[in-house]
């Protein structure tokens, strides 16, 4: 665990966000789909009534919600940057389906997942309180549950009635761990109420019934439950955040690292959603910052569980133009599921290719020394895979998100793995039998005719190659070769405007130093950057999203050198977000309490104007400025001690 005097359970300025915030909730109940559910009908109550200023261009969600009646079959989300109009994805917005390709059945079906989940939370955690038990095949579902509901990671909606079944299965192992701990004991309220008494046995396989039901416990049901339209925005925030903390989660389990008390958490926060109703706006806002901490201690799992089986990331030049032969593209972030094509296609006259978030597996000695047939990356982020995969002459596996809408001329030889999915696309489960399959298909295939001149790109500075520059960097910034430290990253995205974390690095000092990291490093990282004066990269990429961790840690390191807290160093941060595991990052980097962060290109369409004022207030969170990037260009340059 990250152990500093910048790590804090609750940041200070905490306190300031819970003066602001205050909640009353007359209940009454009401019987929906079999179940019976609390509603709280109050509306927000702000007691200090904070001033607003202009966060967004965009007009409030909250007028987007009013024209949703709650309970109709339209589709309602907005949990992605993307969102139509910066608003929702609804046919308020002129929406059928998500801009994602996502359709109103999958998602009211994800939806689905997503409320039986929060009962098998109920369950679990409090199974661990009154008894200490608990099954970590229940854990395990819940992460791969949250994981395949994040943005681009599964449209197919027979593959979530099918999740649904599993989720009767796991509800009903947590009903009995449960049972079994309150057995013998005086426990009010033995029998829990909300979505843990909610049975879809008689439903399932009947993806019809079960999309109708999930219509009725989106988005517009939480709003309906939440005490105050604050709460609610603050509910779906924690959401969102442990959807992320769970894909990255997954991310860690595959590699052998799983924590109790990250299964504890996100179990307690899923069952605080449950009971909606009931919780105030302190209470949501501690959950979020605590899931913040929580996706801290995932991050490092995660790092742990790379590091420990492929060792530390070295600077590595990649080459990204291909070379003549037989080929297999590789995307997504699973480091397992590429070694293990790698294993696979060993002499087999097949070359492999990373794609979008793999490319930092370059800089893993353990996979780039052992597979000389590991040649490049190719392509960039994950948005541009239409054009990328129809000229691509191989088979494409995409190991996690980001998965868009499979075009016909590729259709045919694309595989998703793991909780991927896309109705009509193949999906490998086992290895040993459906795998062969993509080997022949790669054989099969012309692949690529002749080598095309030799491009490169450099990642590779992970934590511990960037701590092993500590002190020319330390030495750099005392003699002023360095002046500035940029983080300048995340998700990338199919909006233009996203050219502005590209035009705030370009237009940078030769005395700034990048730190870069996600796919959002494809925005610059085949730019040339000279090196500063002292001959130090300017531009380091420091490897997937969840590498925020190692940014985390530079940071840290610095600030010890220093003897101050990290806002105090000569860092800032243009974080470009696009999913949930996005968010995740974002509260723990309000957990951590670092503040003057720029976000985008729009804000979360999900948080109200009083919690996107709390933010602006309490840590400095500011939407970038799309229509001048100088003017922030100059302005965190003179934030900068020079």
């Known amino acids: 665990m990250l152990t500093t005097h910048n790590r804090r359970l609750l940041p200070l300025a905490f306190l300031s966000m819970q003066q602001c915030l205050a909640s009353s909730r007359p209940s009454v109940t009401i019987a929906s789909v079999g179940f019976v559910r609390s509603l709280h009908t109050t509306p927000s109550v702000f007691k200090c009534a904070p001033r607003f200023r202009v966060l967004s261009r965009r007009a409030s969600t909250i007028d987007t919600l009013e024209k949703n009646t709650a309970g109709n079959n339209d589709m309602m989300c907005f949990q992605c940057e993307q969102t139509k109009h910066g608003k929702a994805c609804s046919p308020a917005e002129g929406s059928v389906q998500g801009v994602c390709g996502k359709t109103p059945e999958t998602a009211a079906l994800q939806d689905l997942l997503v409320h039986y989940s929060m009962g098998i939370s109920q369950y679990a955690h409090l199974a661990r309180v009154h008894g200490g038990l608990s099954d970590v095949s229940v854990d395990r579902f819940l992460l791969d549950s949250l994981f395949s509901t994040l943005t681009n990671v599964n449209f197919d909606a027979d593959r979530f009635v099918a ?57 517009n049901h939480r709003k309906e439950l939440a005490p105050n339209p604050d709460a609610w925005s603050l509910g779906e925030l924690l959401l969102y ?30 069952a605080a959603l449950a009971n909606l109703p009931s919780q105030s706006t302190e209470g949501l806002l501690k959950l979020a910052l605590r899931c913040g901490e929580t996706n801290l201690e995932v991050m490092e799992l995660l790092d742990a569980g790379s590091t420990g089986r492929y060792g530390h990331p070295r600077p590595t030049e990649v080459r990204t133009t291909p070379v003549k032969g037989k080929c297999i593209a590789v995307s997504g972030h699973d480091l397992r599921d590429l070694e293990e094509i790698l294993k ?47 000229r691509f002459p191989g088979p ?21 793995r793991g909780v991927v999915g896309w109705r009509g696309v193949k999906h490998i489960k086992d290895w040993d039998s459906q795998f062969p399959a993509v080997i022949e298909q790669a054989l099969a295939m012309p692949g690529f005719i002749e080598d095309k001149p030799k491009n490169v790109t450099t990642t590779g500075y992970g934590r511990d190659a960037v701590l092993s520059m500590a002190g020319d960097i330390v030495n750099a910034i ?55 004066l002292g001959g130090i990269p300017r531009l380091l990429d420091m490897g997937q999203c969840n590498d925020a961790y190692s940014a985390i ?85 003179a934030r900068t001690p020079r």
Not at 184 to 212: F, H, N, V
Not at 357 to 383: C, D, M, S, T
Not at 396 to 404: A, D, H, R, S, Y
Not at 598 to 603: I, M, T, V
Request: glycine residues 8%; aromatic residues 10%; contains cysteine.
């Open 478 to 532: 005392n003699t002023g070769d360095i002046k500035q430290l940029y983080l300048i990253g995340g998700c990338d995205g199919a909006e233009a405007n996203r050219t502005y974390f590209r035009d705030i690095a370009t237009g940078l000092p030769r005395d700034a130093v990048i730190l870069t990291l996600g796919c959002g490093k494809y925005r610059m990282n085949k730019l040339p950057f000279e090196p500063t």
């Open 553 to 637: 840690k530079v940071a840290t390191a610095l600030a010890e050198v220093y003897k101050c807290d990290v806002n105090d160093l000569p860092l800032q941060y243009a974080i470009s977000w696009f999913e949930q595991k996005a968010v995740a990052v974002f509260l723990t980097m309000l957990f951590l309490g670092l503040k003057n962060i720029k976000l985008g290109p729009q804000l979360p369409a999900f948080l109200t104007p009083n919690v996107l004022q709390i933010l602006a207030d309490t840590y400095g969170v500011k939407q970038v400025n799309l229509a001048d990037h100088d003017a922030d260009l100059k302005e965190m340059i």
């Open 241 to 270: 955040g442990l959807k992320g903390t769970a894909a990255y989660a997954d991310h860690a389990r595959i590699l052998g690292k799983e924590s109790e008390a990250v299964y504890a958490f996100i179990h307690e926060a899923m």
């Open 163 to 219: 999740f649904l079944a599993e989720a009767e299965e796991a509800r009903d192992r947590a009903k009995s761990l449960y049972e079994k701990a309150v057995a013998g004991k005086q426990i009010e309220s033995a029998r829990l109420s909300g979505p843990a008494e909610m049975d879809l046995s008689a439903l399932q396989g009947q993806a019809g019934k079960l999309e109708t039901i999930g219509h009725m416990v989106g988005v």
């Open 396 to 416: 494409v596996v995409v190991t996690t998100n980001c998965l868009i809408e499979p075009q016909k001329t590729y259709k045919d030889r694309i595989y998703t």
């Open 344 to 390: 696979r296609t060993a002499g087999r006259g097949i070359n492999v290719y990373t794609h979008g978030e793999l490319l930092p597996a370059f800089g893993y000695p353990k996979i780039r020394e052992a597979y000389p047939h590991l040649v490049g990356n190719y392509g960039g982020a994950w948005q541009a895979q239409k054009v990328e995969f129809a």
